[in-house]
């Protein structure tokens, strides 16, 4: 299995996602759940793992792919495994991966999944559960998505498999709970050169937020390129084994049965709140882009992000959109500055064509002092129905991004009111970042009832409880907190925004600690039900 494209620099996977304790179930009566999963069938797996594991009475599920030579070889030792406790899954006949997609090229003709159909992966899937069952006896297990892929064209292929599995195991990294967990694609960590500091940092995180952790391996001291050495392996099979009374390790399908049975539970109310696809502003990345466009996108992907409000900064437009296109990340808005739109708003309507965006926000008007005055919001009420209407002839839609300052107060109202209504609503429309909203003394959900439909997108974002507030627009990073933990009511602006029909919501996180923030807050919208 070849993840390579899909792992992220390791600084940038140390965060867990967390979530609060009072929202999650004891995991069979233990803080968290902690799976050890091993990809492939390969020689290692009998030979480093399964004594390891045994050594300290630790469970792991193993993941075949029936045609390995190693199945052949050494069926015994697997039956034993299987005798052991351990869990023989399901990693498909012959490991199709989908060969059309970049970084692919040891995909062969005869195993390119983009070359299948449906019916010829299912019945793939359920020769080598067949085997499985001849070795082991058991009926029951999981699966887990060969290379990560899901999808033959249009089609999710393991729709049809449902019922033959107790869940499947995906590639993108995360921490759940039972209740968020999506037994088609459970989320996992997986592992290659990471430090035994990294993973145990991960299952201490599991254990604070009460969560399902699930590490990925492929070899263990060797045996694959894809690899963990023998020591890291070790030092996290000691962590767990002293933490036993806090976490609970036990094979993926005991897991999977566990997460089916509370999702089911009486009363359990499992439509999510947000539903919207999951997006990023590009600033949120602002250290590491310069550093490493494709590598950061690869994270961004990882996190389940399908859409960025961004332009790529100064790579060109038309390369930023290839490595996009290629990690399956849209780009419905990009981002302009007051006078390049003033001065030249066709070079931006040619950026957005070339990246496909179909808004453009303008995030900051220009003022002296800290003071947004009248004098500068009529300028601006005037610059944007003059661009908004240019933007309009291209199919684009202008978006003025609200920063806080504009609550200076005017004529019973605020300056934003004027810019609400000085503005065309067919050329002008407008960006509601929740934070800075807040933090400059507005009420989100008021104004989302009080303008509606003009209001077309949305930064998510938090602030800390207590910081000092004024209009200026401006303020620490320290202040930058993850969705949930701040002073915002997120479950009440997201449903309001709903309501108006805000379509895309662009996470940003403004504070130093991005790599820890991002997933929490990716956590919380996960958890919260409608």
Same mark, same amino acid.
């Given at each position: 299995? $070849? ?27 233990? @803080? ?7 990809? +492939? ?42 005798? !052991?406790?351990? !869990? ?11 060969? @059309? ?22 019945? #793939?899937?359920?020769? $080598? $559960? ?53 037994? +088609? ?25 009460? *969560? ?21 392996? &070790? ?10 009374? !806090? ?27 947000? !539903? ?19 590598? *950061? ?11 960025? #409000? ?21 780009? /419905? ?10 001065? @030249? =708003?066709? &070079? ?17 008007? =220009? ?29 684009? *839609? ?12 005017? #004529? ?10 000085? *503005? ?28 509606? +439909? ?57 504070? +130093? ?5 991002? /997933?929490? @807050? ?9």
């Amino acid at each position: 299995m $070849n993840l390579k494209m899909l792992l992220a620099p390791a600084t940038l996977l140390f965060a867990a996602l967390s979530v609060r304790a009072q929202n999650t179930p004891n995991w069979n009566n233990k @803080s968290c759940a902690v799976v050890l999963t091993y990809d +492939d069938a390969i020689d290692v797996d009998l030979d480093n793992v399964v004594p390891a594991l045994d050594s300290f009475h630790l469970k792991g599920t193993f993941y075949l792919i029936g045609s390995s030579p190693a199945i052949d070889r050494r069926l015994n030792e697997w039956r034993h495994a299987a005798a !052991e406790g351990h !869990e023989l899954g399901n990693h498909a006949l012959f490991h199709p991966c989908d060969g @059309s997609m970049p970084g692919r090229s040891f995909v062969t003709p005869d195993n390119d999944l983009s070359k299948y159909t449906v019916s010829r992966a299912e019945k #793939e899937i359920r020769v $080598n $559960n067949t085997l499985l069952k001849a070795i082991d006896g058991k009926q029951l297990r999981t699966f887990a998505y060969p290379c990560g892929d899901r999808k033959i064209g249009d089609s999710m292929f393991y729709n049809g498999l449902r019922n033959d599995f107790a869940g499947a195991r995906g590639v993108n990294g995360g921490l759940q709970t039972a209740v968020q967990v999506d037994l +088609d694609n459970i989320e996992c960590y997986a592992i290659n050169g990471q430090s035994a500091d990294y993973m145990i940092d991960l299952v201490n995180k599991a254990i604070q937020s009460h *969560t399902l952790l699930v590490f990925l391996f492929h070899g263990v001291g060797g045996g694959h390129n894809l690899n963990v050495s023998l020591d890291a392996h &070790s030092r996290l099979l000691h962590f767990l084994k002293q933490h036993e009374r !806090e976490i609970w390790n036990a094979p993926m399908v005991d897991i999977a049965e566990y997460i089916r049975k509370v999702q089911q539970g009486p009363g359990q109310n499992n439509k999510a709140l947000y !539903e919207a696809p999951l997006g990023v502003e590009a600033y949120t990345y602002r250290k590491s882009f310069p550093i490493d466009v494709a590598r *950061t996108l690869d994270t961004i992907k990882m996190m389940g992000f399908t859409e960025m #409000e961004g332009g790529g900064g100064r790579m060109a437009p038309e390369e930023f959109r290839r490595l996009c296109d290629q990690r399956g990340i849209g780009i /419905p808005a990009i981002g302009a500055g007051y006078d390049e739109l003033v001065r @030249s =708003p066709d &070079s931006i309507v040619d950026k957005a064509r070339i990246l496909g965006a179909k808004y453009v926000m303008c995030a900051w008007i =220009p003022h002296a002092n800290g003071v947004l005055t009248f004098e500068n919001a009529k300028q601006a009420a005037e610059d944007f129905n003059r661009i908004g209407k240019i933007l309009k002839e291209h199919g684009l *839609t202008f978006c003025y991004h609200a920063h806080g300052y504009e609550f200076q107060p005017y #004529e019973g109202g605020t300056l934003l009111d004027f810019l609400f209504q000085h *503005t065309d609503p067919q050329y002008v429309s407008f960006e509601m970042d929740i934070m800075w909203i807040w933090f400059g003394g507005g009420d989100p959900v008021g104004l989302l009832k009080k303008y509606g +439909d003009r209001w077309k997108l949305m930064h998510l974002k938090d602030l800390r409880k207590g910081a000092p507030k004024n209009k200026t627009g401006l303020t620490g990073p320290e202040n930058d907190v993850p969705l949930g933990m701040g002073e915002l009511d997120i479950p009440a602006i997201l449903k309001e925004a709903r309501k108006v029909g805000i379509r895309h919501y662009f996470i940003e996180d403004e504070s +130093d600690h991005v790599n820890e923030q991002v /997933p929490q @807050s990716i956590a919380y919208l996960k958890g919260l039900k409608a």
